[in-house]
């Protein structure tokens, strides 16, 4: 048992709905963990008087919340990230396609998965959803170092059975095999969950859909995730590919790919018939602003969707997008919906990071907020990590004017403490 004590900040409901009063901030507030997880909050004070024999770490004024959650990360773009002048198409043939190749080399996905995962820990993220490649072992990889450090995690082998190279292409019937198999060996052991992943349409022929739509429905307690409507030219290039649709979200619902459950990277630009049918089955849209600005893709429509009932996460899309730090995502989320004319609140941008991708996952009653029973998966916060930082919230008259600029202007130095069920790394 121990006691962490610092200004904890929790979420009672979604601050798109309910304003900011929908987080709780307790100034001097404690967190009470035993066996990785959460098994009281409340007032210091109070909390060290019932739990005197628990010793205490005091964070002082630094921010305790849930560790940051990734809803959509490619770890095997990892080396990749940052590289200069490319569209998606010509972005996955230049780049990312020739370095995922190099995951066939079990050794060498080994390595960037622990470089992976001491990028996303030192930037307090302490859940990813990725893709791996489409190497099983590159999944492996993901798992085995995921499983090191306590984390929950989950990844998918990457399907392509066509428009790829041919070193990175699979069929039909070898991804299905395959996937049932890591799913078998990989989902519910420890905090590890397996995600069906077939990259997106371009890359899959329709029985290779179908397949995996098959694998889907075999195994409805497993998400699935894959990327929509991210370009217009790749709008485009499944129009073409797949003549008999109606729209892009068509291509997976022909093939069981569209459901409660389901994952869809970007989804920016969308059909009106595509908005509902995502919303009518609760499917999850993860937005990734840090990718969409830096591939040039477009503006994902927050408020829009958000007001329409869509279930929502936030996610970096390393390497497609610029940053491993989910403060940096937040920042471009807020930049993102400034161009779109609505201006996110910290409390919406520090929800989406946390209980909105937790939602996303399904994991919400496990991860993503500091309550009762949760897994004790925190983020300590530094809120004047930088000078720059520290003299722009001397005058901050609440915790949402001391927060902000952390959230614009912050990075791995403002990681004061990362958490994984209870332990700290
Ligand atoms: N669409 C298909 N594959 C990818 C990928 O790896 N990154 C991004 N951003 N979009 C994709
Ligand atoms: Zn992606």
């Known amino acids: 048992m121990q006691m962490l004590i610092g200004q904890v900040l929790s979420f009672d409901g979604d601050p798109f709905a309910e304003g900011p009063g929908a987080a709780r901030i307790d100034s001097r507030g404690g967190v009470l963990i035993d066996a990785g997880r959460i098994v009281a909050t409340g007032p210091a004070d109070a909390l060290r008087a019932a739990y005197p024999q628990a010793p205490v770490t005091d964070h002082g004024r630094a921010l305790i919340s849930a560790g940051f959650i990734d809803a959509h990360a490619h770890f095997p773009q990892t080396a990749i990230i940052a590289s200069w002048g490319k569209r998606l198409i010509d ?31 030192s930037n307090g993220t302490t859940t990813v959803c990725s893709f791996a490649t489409i190497h099983p072992a590159s999944v492996t990889a993901f798992f085995e170092q995921a ?28 991804a ?26 371009p890359t899959s ?19 699935m995730q894959t990327h929509l409507s991210e370009q217009t030219d790749e709008i485009a290039w499944v129009r073409g590919l797949y003549p008999d649709a109606r729209d892009y979200l068509d291509t997976y619902e022909a093939h069981g790919l569209l459901g409660h459950g389901g994952l869809y990277g970007h ?8 908005r509902d049918r995502l919303c ?21 429509d927050m408020a829009g969707l958000k007001a329409a009932g869509h279930r929502i996460g936030l996610a970096t899309d390393t390497g497609g997008g610029s940053s491993f730090s989910m403060l940096r995502t937040m920042a471009a989320a807020y930049e993102v919906s400034q161009l779109r004319g609505t201006a996110l609140h910290p409390s919406q941008l520090w929800w989406l990071a ?28 530094d809120l004047g990590s930088t000078p720059a930082i520290a003299q722009a919230i001397t005058r901050a008259d609440t915790i949402w004017d001391a927060l902000f600029p952390t959230i614009m202007m912050g990075d791995d130095r403002a990681i004061a403490a990362t958490y994984v069920a209870g332990r700290r790394v």
């Open 91 to 121: 972005w996955l043939n230049t780049y990312t396609f020739p370095e995922e190749a190099r995951f066939a080399d079990p050794a060498y996905a080994a390595a960037i998965a622990a470089r992976y995962f001491d990028l996303t820990l």
């Open 147 to 174: 499983q090191m450090r306590g984390l929950r995690a989950l990844t998918g082998k990457t399907c392509m059975d066509r428009n790829a190279p041919d070193n990175l292409r699979d069929t039909a019937q070898s």
């Open 176 to 201: 299905y095999d395959d996937s049932a198999q890591l799913l078998a060996k990989w989902h519910g052991v420890d905090r590890l969950s397996y995600v069906i992943t077939p990259r997106f349409s």
């Open 205 to 223: 022929t329709p029985d290779q859909l179908s397949a995996l739509g098959a694998l889907w429905q075999a195994n409805p307690g497993c998400l």
């Open 267 to 274: 989804a920016i630009h969308l059909e009106p018939r595509e």
């Open 280 to 300: 009518e089955v609760d499917a999850s849209l993860i937005h990734c602003p840090t990718s969409n600005t830096f591939i040039g893709s477009g503006l994902f």
């Open 354 to 381: 946390t209980q909105g991708s937790a939602r996303s996952l399904l994991l919400d009653d496990r991860i993503g907020n500091i309550a009762q029973g949760m897994e004790a998966d925190l983020v300590v916060i």
